[in-house]
Antibody
Framework: QVQLQESGPGLVKPSETLSLTCAVSGYSISSGYYWGWIRQPPGKGLEWIGSIYHSGSTYYNPSLKSRVTISVDTSKNQFSLKLSSVTAADTAVYYC???????????WGQGTLVTVSS | EIVMMQSPATLSVSPGERATLSCRASQSVSSNLAWYQQKPGQAPRLLIYGASTRATGIPARFSGSGSGTEFTLTISSLQSEDFAVYYCQQYNNWPLTFGGGTKVEIK
């Protein structure tokens, strides 16, 4: 069974960089598929942030592209998100997920709340 | 960017009744449309992909239809566990985009 688990600080100061990691178990990232990050501000809908292939190829949401970096570490079977220059508007639950064979999110992490506040 | 619009925002339905949720794309996404269910405090769960194919383990009371720009998710007979928020998502083009969601609540 594929499992994903997000980890990282729950509180980030404005203007700093948000950093999260998603550990994958039950499936080797090196075997394929895209892997991605999605966020959900409190009480609002879902926003795709970006996705990465095991080779390192990435796609980013244009609205966040200038601030986002997604990377993969196949040796640790994990991938990471960095979002720079955060503001209160970046406060959200951040999910990591696998993009399955038809490019839909078939496995999700439980999500982690990141609050941007001084 | 393809904009996904869902209606209604909230749908009040009695248990056992049929629920029909709509999703419209700003341009054609062919059949590259997925539906997700999200319950409070949980991650979304994939229900439907390819506009009409149920994901593994999804009950037959969930069905999807449509192509191009107009899509529908139907829940034939609502069970207590089906009251949740439902999102559509297109994967025809990058960036991937979600609709704003439809909340299905108990009438």
């Amino acid at each position: 069974q594929v499992q994903l688990q997000e980890s990282g600080p729950g509180l980030v100061k404005p203007s700093e960089t948000l950093s999260l990691t998603c550990a994958v178990s039950g499936y080797s990232i090196s075997s394929g598929y895209y892997w991605g990050w999605i966020r959900q501000p409190p009480g609002k809908g879902l926003e795709w942030i970006g996705s990465i292939y095991h080779s390192g190829s990435t796609y980013y949401n244009p609205s966040l592209k200038s601030r986002v970096t997604i990377s993969v570490d196949t040796s640790k079977n994990q991938f990471s998100l960095k979002l720079s220059s955060v503001t209160a508007a970046d406060t959200a639950v951040y999910y990591c997920a696998r993009l399955g064979i038809v490019v839909v999110f078939d496995y999700w992490g439980q999500g982690t709340l990141v609050t941007v506040s001084s | 960017e393809i904009v996904m619009m869902q209606s209604p925002a909230t749908l009040s339905v009695s248990p056992g009744e049929r629920a029909t949720l709509s999703c419209r794309a700003s341009q054609s996404v062919s059949s590259n449309l997925a539906w997700y269910q999200q319950k409070p405090g949980q991650a979304p769960r994939l229900l439907i992909y390819g506009a009409s194919t149920r994901a593994t383990g999804i009950p037959a009371r969930f069905s999807g239809s449509g192509s191009g720009t107009e899509f529908t998710l139907t829940i034939s007979s609502l069970q207590s566990e089906d009251f949740a928020v439902y999102y559509c998502q297109q994967y025809n083009n990058w960036p991937l985009t979600f609709g704003g969601g439809t909340k299905v609540e108990i009438k």
